[in-house]
C-alpha cells in the first residue's frame, strides 16, 4: 500500500503523485467516492457496478446501517 498527501487548487484539481499513476492512462476514468470525512478514488470498476453502488447507497452510506455493522 502506497500513501501520500495531494494539495488541492482554487479549481478542485489536484494531482495524483506519480508513482501512483504509472498504470491509469490519460483520459482513463476513475471513480470518486466520498463518505464522510473519507474520499476514495478506485479505477477499472465495471458500469454495471456502479449502477448497483448508487442505487444502494442510501442504503449502505448512512449512520443507522454503520451502528448495525460496528461491532462486526
Not at 11 to 18: A, L, N, S, T
Not at 42 to 55: R, V
Request: charged share 45%.
Amino acid at each position: 500500500m502506497k500513501i501520500d498527501t495531494v494539495e488541492m487548487n482554487e479549481e478542485g484539481q489536484i494531482i495524483i503523485p506519480k508513482d501512483m499513476r504509472e498504470d491509469i492512462k490519460e483520459g482513463e476514468k476513475l471513480v470518486i467516492i466520498r463518505k464522510d470525512n473519507e474520499i476514495i478514488l478506485k479505477k477499472n470498476i465495471p458500469e454495471t457496478a456502479l449502477w448497483s453502488e448508487k442505487s444502494l447507497a442510501k442504503t449502505w452510506l448512512n449512520d443507522e446501517e454503520d451502528e448495525i455493522w460496528k461491532d462486526l
